[in-house]
């Protein structure tokens, strides 16, 4: 019996998140209630404090549930033992893996950008999200010098601001893809964009 309301449990949870992911994309964050996600789930609204102290926590573990995967993915790939200019391409893949097919990951990031005004209460998540943008610029960052020390990168390029401009690349095509989802072959755009990428910072043969 204890199992299976434990299992119960979750698979409320689930629906929770699931209908979430719904109304906060149908109706932003601003102008959805905990009565709107707990209809659409087919729950009481006591079952969502069940789950989540409010709209904000409900929020957070949101996104907690569609990018910590993904964030688990990049920063497990930093540890592995590729040279540079390869190690850069193996992280544009994984992040244009779940950019370009992963529904949860496209419909938070959607939500995120597109969906949401950034009051007061979201200041602490996206604090959050923003320390794990710094983490991974200084990690991409890293990468870059190590490119130049290998004689592989151009002397003259700033690690800062080339990190920054591929990072700008990886929101730029989960954005885009969120924009145009018909017409755009997320696969292939990238392929062009860490090729132009790289081209800005390979030293020439």
Not at 28 to 54: C, M, P, S
Not at 83 to 88: F, Q, T, V
Not at 134 to 155: A, M, P
Request: aromatic residues 14%; glycine residues 4%.
């Amino acid at each position: 019996m204890a199992r299976k309301t434990k299992e119960e449990a979750e698979k409320t949870r689930q629906a929770l998140l699931a209908s979430a992911f719904k109304v906060f994309n149908e109706k932003g964050y601003a102008k959805t209630t905990l009565q709107d996600i707990a209809e659409d789930a087919g729950v009481t609204r006591g079952a969502v404090y069940w789950h989540f102290k409010n709209k904000t926590d409900l929020f957070e573990k949101l996104f907690d549930y569609a990018f910590m995967p993904v964030r688990d993915l990049l920063f497990s790939k930093f540890e592995e033992d590729l040279e540079p200019k390869d190690m850069l391409i193996s992280l544009m893949q994984v992040w244009i893996l779940h950019a370009g097919t992963e529904e949860n990951f496209r419909a938070a990031f959607g939500i995120m950008f597109n969906k949401t005004e950034w009051s007061e209460e979201l200041m602490p998540f996206k604090m959050k999200f923003r320390e794990y943008e710094y983490k991974f610029l200084k990690r991409t960052e890293t990468i870059i010098e190590q490119g130049q020390k290998d004689g592989v990168f151009r002397e003259e390029l700033k690690p800062s601001v080339a990190a920054a401009q591929y990072f700008s690349i990886l929101l730029g095509l989960a954005q885009y893809s969120q924009f145009f989802p018909e017409e755009v072959n997320i696969h292939e755009e990238s392929e062009s964009l860490i090729e132009m990428f790289m081209h800005s910072c390979l030293k020439d043969k």
